[in-house]
């Protein structure tokens, strides 16, 4: 799989978020855009990340930034877990890695090695309250973000090392033109 640089075209899709509703990256209403990959829906990692991003949601909206989340999970999945948290923004099912492969976010067993080696980040996901069982059985995606401006350009593109390893939401907040 190839991974994207700041000079690749965005990848636009028209898909159904994990509600039946219709998403079309280029018919968003934001002024710019974060467009999150996560591993599977019961990812504990993936969801205090979702629980952060919807916990600063306001302020997202204050500097025009939309959200869009991608899982590699059914819909089915995301609303037993992703899903329950009613985030303000879309939520994409994506069991098939279709949109995974067009953005190039990869699997790694090293990253899921390195996530279980980091004990502050363990212990934070441990007490979250989104810790499962069932998460272990997820594939091993490493998660990725990509910042996508008005143009839709590529403003920047994050692939992350580990399950928890994201762009900061100050960095993101503090996206300038």
């Known amino acids: 799989m190839k991974r994207l640089t700041e000079s690749d075209p965005v990848v636009d899709f028209i898909v159904e978020d994990h509600l039946g ?4 990256l280029t018919e968003n209403k934001s002024d710019k855009i974060l467009l999150s990959f996560f591993r599977g829906a019961s990812c504990p990692f993936c969801n205090l990340r979702v629980n952060q ?10 500097k025009g930034i939309g959200i869009i989340t991608v899982f590699a999970a059914s819909k089915d999945e995301i609303s037993a877990y992703a899903g329950k948290q009613n985030a303000p923004f879309p939520i994409i099912a994506d069991p098939s890695l279709t949109l995974y492969k067009k953005y190039g976010v990869e699997e790694s067993p090293l990253g899921m090695f390195k996530t279980m080696m980091d004990p502050p980040k363990m212990m934070r996901v441990l007490f979250s309250g989104f810790f499962n069982l069932k998460s272990i059985t997820d594939r091993p995606i490493v998660p990725a973000d990509f910042l996508i401006d008005a ?3 590529f403003h920047r593109i994050h692939y992350g090392k580990d399950f928890g ?5 100050e960095e993101i907040l503090n996206w300038e033109k």
Do not use: A, C, W
């Open 21 to 24: 509703n219709t998403v079309r």
């Open 151 to 153: 143009e839709y350009q």
């Open 165 to 169: 390893d994201h762009i900061p939401i």
């Open 53 to 62: 991003l919807i916990g600063r949601y306001s302020e997202f909206e204050k």
